[in-house]
């Protein structure tokens, strides 16, 4: 079945640095994919959309220039989380479904996440 | 905006035994999906079961049934015979039909424990 891969599953590294996510749709095409942050004990929180060939839109609250996202192709989006500090740690964790159709009842899949630790 | 509310933080059910976790969500639109999804120490996001806001019977999955009360905008999880497998995070979310691909709305989830 369609699968997204999510790499790397586990960053640590010193403030200041800057961190790149990749989410993979390994068997479809997604012009659109999900990026989502998991603080511990805590539910999932939308941060942006990624749109394949045109700019992201963000959650309210999400700043732009600090977690870039770039989709420049049908199976690749990417999340930068730029000059990272502490209270950017988190888990993040991308998704993605097979299909635009509102009505499809393609199920969305998720990457098994990212746990990033800035020191 | 939608909003999912998952009002038990934990819930704890002895094996074998029958537990129902509860979900309600706010919303003006008649056409949605709704579903409620399993997170285990991994952090993975598994697919438990899924139901259309039009389909009037309830959906199941093996152990898995879901009470959907679509006036009352309740969608309640209910696992049989429950196992020590069981033993996640449960998120309940939603997925609005209005336009193309939309992202899912979650609750904030209720920890399960299964005792054996």
């Known amino acids: 079945g369609a699968v997204v891969s999510q790499h790397p599953s586990r960053v640590i590294c010193k403030s200041g640095t800057s961190v790149k996510i990749e989410c993979r749709s390994l068997?479809?095409?997604?012009?659109?994919m999900f990026w989502y942050r998991q603080f511990p004990k805590q539910s999932l929180m939308l941060m942006a959309t990624s749109n394949e060939g045109s700019k992201a839109t963000y959650e309210q609250g999400v700043e732009k220039d600090k977690f870039l996202i770039n989709h420049a192709s049908l199976t690749l989006s990417t999340l930068t989380v730029t000059s990272a500090h502490p209270e950017d740690s988190s888990f993040y964790i991308c998704s993605a479904r097979d299909g635009d159709r509102a009505y499809s009842n393609q199920p969305q899949h998720f990457g098994d996440g990212t746990r990033l630790s800035i020191l | 905006a939608q909003t999912v509310t998952q009002s038990q933080p934990e819930m704890s059910v002895q094996e074998a035994e029958t537990v129902t976790l509860s979900c309600t969500y706010d919303?003006?639109?008649?056409?949605?999906?709704l579903f409620w999804y399993k997170q285990p120490p991994s952090r993975q996001m598994i697919l438990v079961i899924r139901?259309?806001?039009?389909?009037?019977q309830n959906a199941t999955e093996n152990r898995f049934s879901v009470n959907f009360q679509k006036a009352a905008k309740s969608f309640s999880l209910k696992i049989s015979d429950s196992q020590l497998g069981d033993a996640a995070m449960y998120f309940c979310a939603y997925r609005s039909l209005h336009s193309g691909n939309t992202p899912l709305v979650f609750g904030k989830g209720t920890r399960l424990s299964v005792i054996a």
């Open positions: 919303t003006s639109e008649s056409d949605y999906y």
């Open positions: 068997d479809f095409q997604a012009t659109t």
């Open positions: 139901q259309e806001a039009y389909k009037q």
